[in-house]
């Protein structure tokens, strides 16, 4: 309904435990539409779902690269270690509510989007700042 699309009757939905009964150790097929399965393989025959998978994954890689390097990086600040990875551990918690907040009004793509772009403009920022970071 919210695509304006709707699902013709021969195409049928079948999760991982619907159809299959067990009655006295026999598999029990179920009467409903025939369904499709496939395999990783199909991922990999269309060209935009390879272009997809390709960049979900380069970009899950550079994202957790860059948390990691930033949380790993604390221990070149002139501050407690300790304090450190606490007021980062605190200042993680109302971006994990916010987020939660607002992905239901903007939805997963476009919060996702600006979440990235907005770490990216900070980290420049960051970096750029007289007398630290890489002015140092």
Known sequence: ATNRRRIPDDVALK??????????????????PSSSSGSILDVFRSRTTRARLV???????LCSVVYYGLSLN??????????????NSIAEMPAYLLT?????HFGRKPLGIVTMLLSGVFCIAGSLIAGVGAMR
């Open 15 to 32: 999760l991982d435990d619907e159809g299959d009964d067990v009655n006295s150790g026999k598999m029990v097929e179920d009467s409903s």
């Open 55 to 61: 960049l979900s994954v380069l970009i899950n890689l």
């Open 74 to 87: 604390v221990v070149n600040l002139k501050t407690n270690l300790y304090v450190s990875v606490a007021v």
């Open 100 to 104: 939660a907040l607002l992905l239901d």
